[in-house]
C-alpha cells in the first residue's frame, strides 16, 4: 500500500483514540501516505497528528445518508487513485465513500451490513465487561481479522505550537503567571455523561477558597455554553468561554493548564493526548473501554450497579452515578494534583 485513505470517526474522543492505528499503519508500513476524511469539527484534532498528510473535511451530517455529497467528494477521492481505505465508523453510509470512489481494499468491521461495501470485514466485538478498549479496537483494523494485537500500543499525543500559547491567553485576558484550571463539563452524547453544573460551581468555589489566585474557565462549543453560564451563575470568578474558542484554542488553553476537570468528552481525551493533569469524571460510560490514556489523569468513577448503562439520559431518572460523585472529593483529588504540580 501507497496512499490510504482514513474515514475518520464523527467524534473527537474517538479520532485520538484511533490515532494509534495510524501510528501501527507508519510503522508496518514504512512509505505510506495517510489521508482523512473527517466532520469539520474532527479535522482540527487530525491536523495535529504528524501521521496524517491530507485532510478533507466535510460537512457531512450525523445520522443523514447525503448521498449527492459523497459522490462528489467520491470523484475527487477517485482521481488520487487511493489502494486502500479504513473504514473506522460502523455505519453502513460512512462506508459508501471509499466504494463510491473505487477504492479496492476497503477494510474495517462488519458494522451496519456492510457486505460490499467493506470487503476486508473484522467481526464486531460483542458489547461487554470483557471487550476491547477503543484504542485496541481501531488498532486492530492494522492487522489481519483475529490476528493477535502487541500487547502494548503507541498511545495518542499531540503537540501544540508553544509560542501560540501566549497569544491565545492573551486573547482571552489570561495570565501566565496565576495557575490555570480549565471544566470541561460539556458532553455531546447527552446528560447522562454531564457532571451536574452546581457541583462544577461548588467544586470552583472551593478551588477559590484553597488556591485564591487559581484562573478557571469552562471550555467547550455554542452547545456548552448554557452549561458554562449556569457554573458561572453560582461561581461568578469562573469565566465561560463555552463558544467563544475555536477547537484550537480550547486546545491551546488545556494545553497551559494546571489541571483539567472533565466528563467523558472530547475534550477530556484532548487533555490526556497532552498530557495534562486531569481528572476524568464518568457516569453513565465505562473508562474500562475509553480511558483517558495518559498516567497523568485520575479516573472518577462510582460505578454504581447501574452503571455503565451508556444511555443518553438516565433511564432512571437520578443521575445517581453522578450526583454522588460529590465536588469535595473531587476537589481533594485536585488539591493533591495542583500541589504535587507545584
Partial sequence: MQRVLIIAPNWIGDALMAQP??????????????????PNWVAPILQQMPEIDH???????????????????????????????????????SALLPWLAHIPLRIGYHGEHRYGLVN???PNPRKNAQRPTMVRHYAALAYAPRAQLPDELPLPRITLDPHKAALVAQRF????????IAFCPGAEYGSAKRWPVEHFATLAQLITYAFPYAQIVTLGSAQDA?????????????????GQTT????????????????????????????????????????????????????????????????????????????RQ??????????????????
Fill in 21 to 38: 492505528l495510524f501510528i501501527l499503519l507508519k510503522k508496518l508500513h514504512p512509505h505510506i501516505i495517510l489521508d482523512a476524511v473527517a
Fill in 55 to 93: 485532510i478533507y473535511p466535510t460537512q457531512l451530517a450525523h445520522r443523514k445518508v447525503q448521498l449527492w455529497q459523497r459522490w462528489q467528494l467520491a470523484q475527487t477521492l477517485r482521481t488520487v487513485q487511493y489502494d486502500a481505505a479504513y473504514v473506522l465508523p460502523n455505519s453502513a453510509k
Fill in 120 to 122: 476486508v470485514r473484522h
Fill in 173 to 180: 485576558m489570561l495570565t501566565a503567571q496565576a495557575p490555570l
Fill in 226 to 242: 448554557p452549561l458554562g453560564a449556569l457554573i458561572t451563575a453560582h461561581a461568578p470568578h469562573v469565566r465561560n468561554l463555552c
Fill in 247 to 322: 477547537l484550537n484554542d480550547a486546545c491551546t488553553l488545556i494545553a497551559s493548564a494546571s489541571a483539567v476537570v472533565s466528563n467523558d468528552s472530547g475534550l477530556m481525551h484532548i487533555a490526556a493526548a497532552l498530557r495534562r493533569p486531569l481528572l476524568a469524571l464518568y457516569g453513565s460510560s465505562d473508562p474500562r473501554h475509553t480511558p483517558p490514556l495518559t498516567d497523568t489523569a485520575r479516573v472518577q468513577w462510582l460505578h454504581l450497579e447501574c452503571s455503565p448503562c451508556f444511555a443518553r439520559e438516565c433511564p432512571l431518572g437520578h443521575l445517581n452515578c453522578l
Fill in 325 to 342: 460523585l460529590k465536588p469535595e472529593h473531587i476537589f481533594e483529588q485536585l488539591r493533591e494534583m495542583l500541589l504535587i504540580k507545584s
